[in-house]
């Protein structure tokens, strides 16, 4: 399978505690997104990276939020100090990043986390 | 800020019945639009894109859509939907410079009874 690739799928935490997902893009696509979906709602934009750097974040990536992606191919989003509102599902998007954003997002199929 | 606004976020459907989703987005610059489906337990996935040239874009299974620049207006139809087209669709925009992010509607779930 060539597309994104998200792990874990699913992930139960206890409050307080620190989790990390990982994200595989398509190879060679050099855009990275991250996006967080609560039930009722569209994907809401946390953060992007062109290769390796880390271009935008949102307001709602908090302190406790940290994304990497240290070689420009795989990215990881951790989160500390777990808070129940953090349930959610986390979507991996990545791009081609062709000029002037001419491109679409293809996403992978998420990490649902759910924090108890 | 740049928004998304999708006007139906439940719309039931008797197969055969035509369909119309509407979007509007908000932002003064040039965009590039997309809608995407969430079949139940898959990802998102693109039905159609619209970057420059015909307003009238065709999709994937039947669906197309319009873009109304007057109108910041980028609703989706299809003649005649399918019990497998249930489904929650999503409207999305990107901006052509400054950041390349993907701003999304709130979704439309459609549910079509057979």
């Known amino acids: 399978d060539t597309g994104v690739s998200q792990n874990p799928r699913h992930k139960i935490t206890k409050r307080g505690q620190n989790v990390t997902f990982r994200c595989d893009p398509i190879s060679e696509h050099n855009r990275l997104y991250w996006y967080r979906q609560t039930l009722g709602q569209g994907p809401e934009f946390l953060t992007y990276f062109q290769n390796e750097a880390q271009l935008e974040k949102s307001r709602l990536l908090s302190d406790r939020f940290s994304a990497e992606r240290p070689k420009g191919s795989f990215s990881t989003l951790e989160i500390q100090r777990t808070e129940q509102g953090d349930s959610a599902m986390y979507l991996c998007a990545s791009s081609p990043g062709q000029a002037r954003g001419w491109a679409e997002a293809f996403f992978g199929q998420g990490t649902r986390l759910t924090v108890v | 800020a740049q928004s998304v606004s999708q006007h139906n976020h439940h719309v039931i459907l008797s197969e055969a019945a035509s369909l119309e989703l509407g979007c509007n987005y908000s932002?003064?610059?040039?965009?590039?639009l997309f809608w995407y489906v969430q079949y139940p337990g898959q990802h998102l996935q693109l039905l159609l894109k619209y970057f420059s040239g015909d307003p009238l874009v065709k999709g994937i299974k039947g669906f197309e859509a319009e873009f109304i620049k007057s109108k910041f207006s980028f609703n989706l139809r299809k003649p005649s939907v399918q019990w497998s087209d249930t489904a929650e669709y999503f409207c999305?925009?990107?901006?052509?410079?400054?950041?390349?992010?993907?701003?999304f509607g709130t979704g439309t779930r459609l549910k079509v009874l057979a």
């Open positions: 932002y003064g610059g040039t965009v590039n």
């Open positions: 999305a925009v990107s901006l052509t410079s400054g950041t390349y992010k993907y701003i």
